[in-house]
């Protein structure tokens, strides 16, 4: 049987080589039309990316406004005042006991009437001249020295009734004067020719006190600590009482511990320069008391021979001007007064003449009535000064020398201070009875 050879065809690979065959002649033909056109276009090309600069950015254009409320233009500054300060004293306070303030009732009745009579200010005990303290205290040391009142009241509740009524309240603070606070502050009293035992103002028999010691600093710090207490419950103004050496017997046999030369009047200074630093951290205002007798030269036992520098010292002052101090009269070569409670104008007239270097006051004439008075001065008190002013009839002097006090002899010393450059009064009756007072606007 004869053999058939059978011829295969490969269509597919033919068709593959045919189709390379094509591609590589397309190639050859674009790589040869991409040279003829990149020849003809090379210089063109060339001087444009040779002389091509990048665009300067511009600034986007702001989105249109979306339509809101409209925003009002902010108001002007205006620089905010400063609190009115109240004034260091009112231009007429009186005292009251602290049976009067202890008691709400009796308390609502005499602001009413006091109010009436043209009174603005009140001026009342914080710590007494017995050492008690009259307000409900917190400090410590109160109750140590057992000095807290029994019937004490709310300070805070207190000043704020007061200036609910239209009174500024003034509290007073007897300093060194304490007889309560020597028996268990041992170590800061007057001591007894520098022993250990308590000097005493008089005999036992005689009631004699013992006192704290003025050149004493824990003796200072309560002071100072009582009337940061009271600026922090609302008392603008206080008023520091017995700031002063004792007075007594045997004041030759009393010793105040290393003062080198004992100089009065500096180391209380410098007691009031610390309780003006005080007041002036807790916005209060501190002022100290003093006796126109010591401020007129007839005594040095109190306050030393520069009166003048205690009220320096404190910023303020307040001058006791009662004719009932001078006693039955006084003999000196600075003044010289008889009877000096039967005749208050010329009493309060001259004794401020005599003080009025001391004081700051420039005062003129001979204390007749009518002399010495000016409208417009040219000189005012060193510091701000407030006059104490005698409201009551006293009780220790003699019948010949002495006689009652009513709205005559009241409104007499209030010329007198007023000739002087004083404006402020602080009418003083203990008992608290204000039926003398001069009439509003006299």
Known sequence: MKEFKIKRYDHARVQKRKQGARAAAATVLLGVAALVVGWTAYPLVYDFITSWEPP???????????????????????????PEQEAVFP???????????????????????????????????LKDATGIVRYQSELERVALNRAQSETAYDLQQKTARLRQAGMTPVGRLYAFRDRTATAHMYESAVKYMNSTVNWIDNSQANGGKPWLN????????????????????????ILLDGVQFPEGVALDLATYGNTGPLDKSAILAGFLARAKAAGDRTG????????????AGLSDVRYGDDVGSLLAAAGCGVVEVMPEQFGNGVTSEVLT?????????????????????ALGLETGGDGEEGEGETEDREEAPRVPLAAVIQAYTSGILSQ????????????AQVRAVRQAGIEEMIYLDPAGEYGNLPRPGA
Request: charged content about 25%; hydrophobic content about 35%; glycine content about 6%.
């Open 284 to 295: 209060s205002q501190v002022a100290v008391t003093v006796n126109l007798i010591s401020a």
């Open 214 to 237: 003025p050149n004493n600093t824990e003796a200072q710090d309560y002071i100072i600590a009582l009337a940061e207490e009271a600026a922090r419950n609302g008392v603008g103004t």
């Open 337 to 357: 007064l008889s009877s000096p409670a039967l005749d208050p104008y010329k009493t309060v007239s001259q004794g401020l003449k005599a003080a009025g270097p």
């Open 56 to 82: 300067a950015p511009s600034a986007p254009e702001p989105p249109d406004p979306v339509p809101g409320p409209a925003v009002p233009e902010p108001p002007s500054v205006i620089p905010e005042e400063e």
């Open 400 to 411: 010949s020398g002495n006689k009652p006090y009513g709205p005559e002899e009241v409104e």
């Open 91 to 125: 231009s007429s306070a009186v005292y009251l006991p602290p049976e009067i303030m202890e008691d709400e009732e009796r308390l609502e009745q005499e602001l009413a009437s006091l109010k009436e009579k043209g009174v603005t200010g009140i001026v009342f005990d």
